[in-house]
């Protein structure tokens, strides 16, 4: 029994002499805190970037299938068909390298920049589907009520069709942006330093890769558990502001 409790105790002694050099050993603790404050910025700024371009591809769609006959937007639809087919077709630590090394190859973009570009078209492809669905779920009497009104199809569409649509779908783009989160794990391949990143360096320094990788994992797994809370809070409202 003695021996049992002296290997505990050793190994108890051996998970605090390695926590202390992973993390507080020349504050390097501070490799994750910088890391994750970069993987939170990539992944707002490229939630708002893929709203805004998921939400005029979806418009762009939409409007071309109510007017096939149109050149202009035959020509845009084609676009879009295209980038929505190139970014779902190919995978996210690719589209990121081609961004940072053949695309945007000035030294004066910062990385995080040219990361934030790279994830936020990467999720415009995503959300565009999830707002064109959301906005063919409205009936389609909202649109001719609104032309009853005196409204044009321009403002019948932003003042009654989106805001509907957005509360339908505002679940499907919370839960893109908990999956973009997990995604920029990736954007260490172009040199900068995310989450991930910050463990790995750690690791580096100190060769001990279990304690760095595990205490980054269950940060990425608290970050998804509370915005997850978050999101099923939001249904649970979403659904009863239907009922009302």
Known sequence: MNGLINQINAFIEIVKDQFTRCFIDENRYMYLVEGLGNTLIITLAAVVIGILLGSLTALVRITYAANPNKTVLKVLNAICGLYLTIVRGTPMVVQLLIMYFVIITSPLVPPLVVAILAFGINSGAYVAEVVRSGIQSVDRGQMEAGRSLGLNGRTTMLRIILPQAFKNVAPAIFNEFIVLLKETSVAGY???????????????????????????????????????????????????????
């Open 190 to 244: 172009v040199g900068i330093q995310d989450l991930t990143k910050g463990g790995d360096i750690i690791r580096s320094i100190t060769y001990i890769p279990y304690m760095p990788f595990l205490v980054v994992a269950a940060v990425y797994l608290v970050m998804v558990i509370g915005l997850t809370t978050i999101l099923r809070r939001l249904e649970r409202r979403l659904a009863r502001s239907d009922k009302r």
